[in-house]
């Protein structure tokens, strides 16, 4: 599976941003794609997530209310719409694709890294003050 991440850039404060993450090669049913952040000199983590089987959604509480996750099932893709964008929100995204999960999979689950089996290359989120 090769995830392509795209969509970054600079924005002001307040702002909106849509990163987009196209998926291609071999695809599974069961699936969760979600969305990392990684800020310069700090660990990598979670922002959303959303199971292609049932589309169900997780986000961080950082991500709720102003983060939407969805996804084209035609072009195999997934999106994250960010609103309101903050200084602090600024961080390289990534998105990544994990097939291991089953039905009784929760928020626990989809939010941490080792979950996840193919990983997209980045893109870079810059909001200005």
């Known amino acids: 599976v090769q995830l392509q991440a795209s969509g970054g850039g600079l924005v002001q404060a307040g702002g909106s941003l849509r990163l987009s993450c196209a998926a291609s090669g071999r695809t599974f049913s069961n699936y969760a794609m979600g969305w990392f952040r990684q800020a310069s000199g700090k660990e990598r983590e979670f922002v959303a997530a959303?199971?292609?089987?049932?589309?169900?959604?997780y986000y961080s509480d950082s991500a709720k209310g102003r983060f939407t996750i969805s996804r084209d099932n035609a072009k195999n893709a997934v999106y994250l719409q960010m609103n309101s964008l903050k200084p602090e929100d600024t961080a390289n995204y990534y998105c990544?694709?994990?097939?291991?999960?089953?039905?009784?999979?929760?928020?626990?689950?989809?939010?941490?890294?080792?979950?996840?089996?193919?990983w997209g290359q980045g893109t870079q989120v810059t909001v200005s003050s």
């Open positions: 959303i199971r292609w089987r049932d589309s169900r959604i």
């Open positions: 990544a694709a994990g097939v291991r999960g089953i039905l009784s999979s929760g928020y626990d689950y989809y939010t941490k890294l080792r979950n996840y089996d193919y």
